[in-house]
């Protein structure tokens, strides 16, 4: 098929090349040039513009940074719906709030062209390895029209509704780990006089009630934290968390839910970050919050 991505971050990097080996004719666009690079070098082709994506294309897929991202990529002369794209395939795969991917649908829709979010769980690493889960929101035709692409990126893929429905699901998986870094960063805090070699201590915690899924996969980097070395690549930064959980607590409060892990959370992501972690790993945190001191 072909298939442009708008937005070339980590994850839009990782699914381009995924696709590209899976055979698709793939072409990219991002606001930073230098980011197409590696695509390009893969096989993809790259626009000049999103109009000019979209031109090329029968499936675009964004994933990008945040609402005002979409604005700009969707809008303007030169943006996604700047030309004739009536028939093609819109699959919107930013963590935003839903009322942005409502008001999306609605201006995609208007010329003539389908569209479907899929916000998806998962970092860089099952990206590329297709088995991310995807959260589908959007009209049965238009669903059942992605399934075939969005198949071969996730292990999992669900239609949760109606579009801004698959936002709010992607906030509520989002929402227990970003308190868990918080969380495992206290109770290795606790196990600070204890000396454990931090290899032992992560098994120790993978294999019992104080771990999760994302410890199974992210303790040996967390070990590595604790001991000074470098933990590879980063998955899913600190910045990234605060956004997500900054949306996760706006949202509560539109639906008239309160939030008060979401929050206390969040203050401690905002301290990461001024300290310098932002760039970090979202697992990082436990690592900071382990060796921080009182006061």
């Not at 990219?28 to 513009?49: D, I, Q």
């Not at 998986?173 to 070699?197: F, H, S, T, V």
């Amino acid at each position: 098929m072909k298939i442009g991505i708008a937005g070339l971050g980590r994850m839009g990097t990782a699914i381009g090349a995924r696709l590209i080996e899976l055979g698709h004719e793939l072409t990219v666009w991002n606001r930073s040039p230098e980011k197409t690079k590696a695509p390009t070098l893969a096989g993809a082709n790259v626009a000049s513009t999103p109009n000019e994506l979209a031109s090329h294309v029968d499936i675009v897929i964004t994933i990008l940074t945040d609402a005002s991202a979409i604005d700009s990529v969707y809008d303007g002369p030169t943006g996604l719906l700047a030309g004739n794209v009536k028939g093609k395939l819109f699959i919107e795969m930013s963590t935003v709030r839903p009322e942005s991917e409502i008001a999306l649908a609605k201006k995609v829709r208007s010329k003539g062209a389908a569209f479907v979010e899929c916000p998806v769980g998962g970092t860089v690493g099952p990206a590329r390895q297709g088995k991310l889960i995807g959260l589908m929101g959007g009209e049965f035709p238009d669903v059942e029209r992605a399934k075939p692409i969005l198949d071969q990126l996730c292990r999992r893929l669900e239609h949760v509704g109606a579009v801004g429905n698959g936002a709010i699901m992607k906030f509520a998986i989002n929402l227990p780990l970003m308190i868990y870094w918080q969380a495992l960063g206290e109770a290795l805090a606790l196990c600070r006089p204890l000396g454990i070699d931090p290899v032992r201590l992560m098994d120790l915690f993978a294999d019992s009630s104080g771990g999760t899924n994302a410890l199974k996969t992210r303790g040996t980097a967390i070990a590595a934290m604790l001991s000074g070395r470098d933990p590879g690549p980063v998955g899913f930064d600190i910045d990234s968390g605060r956004k997500d959980l900054r949306a996760m607590v706006a949202e509560g409060n539109s639906l008239g839910i309160e939030l008060p892990l979401a929050r206390a959370a969040l203050t401690c992501f905002d301290e990461a970050s001024r300290k310098g972690m932002g760039a970090k790993d979202g697992s990082g945190l436990a690592v900071y919050w382990s060796n921080r001191k009182a006061g």
